[in-house]
């Protein structure tokens, strides 16, 4: 980039081509819905979604690198595994989660920086959780406890 070469003279170059599959956190995601489907109730189980890809995979509906991947998700993944009672249970925590958040950040004296710091760090998070299972990222629990313990503070 910094210098011209000329043909035949100077240091060899090398080309690299990157390929990406954007669709491929699609058919995670994909799978994930149809095992939701088939055990709506109860989920495939905790821990079991590979089970699902391979499945998938074996089927021909995934790529052989996926097979043995989680969804990608924190919310296709739960309900996958768990059902619904399971999707409820995430969606009662961050309901509780955000609702002390607001409740602090309305308490918080004006220019108080830290309760909206933790607060708009976890709600980034929960956008980021659509592709990403965040629910195993230990800042989400140093978030968490984080607010737990601002509030804890103002009581």
Same mark, same amino acid.
């Given at each position: 980039?910094?210098?011209?070469?000329?043909?035949?003279?100077?240091?060899?170059?090398?080309?690299?081509?990157?390929?990406?599959?954007?669709?491929?956190?699609?058919?995670?995601?994909?799978?994930? !819905?149809?095992?939701?489907?088939?055990?709506?109730?109860?989920?495939?189980?905790?821990?079991?979604?590979?089970?699902?890809?391979?499945?998938?995979?074996?089927?021909?509906?995934?790529?052989?690198?996926?097979?043995?991947?989680?969804?990608?998700?924190?919310?296709?993944?739960?309900?996958?595994?768990?059902?619904?009672?399971?999707?409820?249970?995430?969606?009662?925590?961050?309901?509780?989660?955000?609702?002390?958040?607001?409740?602090?950040?309305?308490?918080?004296?004006?220019?108080? !920086?830290?309760?909206?710091?933790?607060?708009?760090?976890?709600?980034?998070?929960?956008?980021?959780?659509?592709?990403?299972?965040?629910?195993?990222?230990?800042?989400?629990?140093?978030?968490?406890?984080?607010?737990?313990?601002?509030?804890?503070?103002?009581?």
């Amino acid at each position: 980039v910094h210098a011209k070469q000329d043909a035949g003279r100077g240091a060899d170059t090398m080309s690299v081509t990157v390929s990406y599959n954007p669709m491929s956190y699609y058919l995670l995601k994909r799978v994930a !819905w149809h095992a939701f489907l088939r055990h709506p109730l109860t989920g495939v189980g905790i821990g079991t979604f590979q089970t699902e890809t391979e499945r998938a995979y074996q089927a021909g509906e995934l790529h052989a690198p996926l097979r043995a991947l989680d969804p990608h998700s924190t919310w296709w993944g739960r309900l996958a595994e768990a059902g619904i009672p399971g999707l409820g249970t995430l969606v009662l925590l961050w309901a509780g989660i955000l609702r002390l958040g607001l409740r602090l950040m309305r308490r918080a004296p004006r220019g108080a !920086w830290r309760p909206r710091a933790v607060v708009a760090g976890l709600v980034g998070l929960l956008v980021s959780s659509l592709n990403v299972d965040i629910m195993n990222f230990r800042f989400v629990w140093v978030g968490f406890g984080l607010l737990r313990g601002l509030a804890g503070r103002d009581a």
